[in-house]
């Protein structure tokens, strides 16, 4: 399954694994991924077929990330084989949530995707 850059195969590994993350120190009941960053803590309130809900610890905003988000970054990553999550940055695929978009999938896909740095991922190769 590794080898394969099919979206669907890979949104479903996402969402299995996103649901795996540590729980929260504050908000046990949920899940929580941190930017690769600043280590800003990311609750994720809800995994659906059709996006990601995501609370910043730092804001306490929620955000609905929708599935079409990540599937432009993976297809970035496919055809670039890196990404940026500094947004404006010309390797960033989509400067909306950069920071945990990056730090989502990176988390939930580490045998396809590497952390460079703090601010750069990678596909394995």
Known sequence: ???????????????????????????PEYPRV?????????????ILES???V???RTL????????????W????VANKSASLCPGHRNNPVALRSSIVGAIIA????DRIRVVNSNTIELVQ
């Open 51 to 53: 996006g990601i809900r």
């Open 74 to 77: 993976w297809n970035h990553l």
């Open 107 to 110: 988390k939930c896909l580490p």
């Open 55 to 57: 609370r910043s610890h």
């Open 1 to 27: 399954m590794r080898n394969t850059s099919d979206w669907s195969v890979v949104w479903q590994e996402l969402r299995d694994n996103l649901v795996k993350q540590p729980p929260c120190p504050h908000h």
């Open 34 to 46: 941190s930017t690769l960053a600043l280590q800003v803590i990311n609750d994720i309130i809800e």
């Open 61 to 72: 905003h929620k955000d609905f990330i929708k599935t079409r988000i990540f599937e432009i």
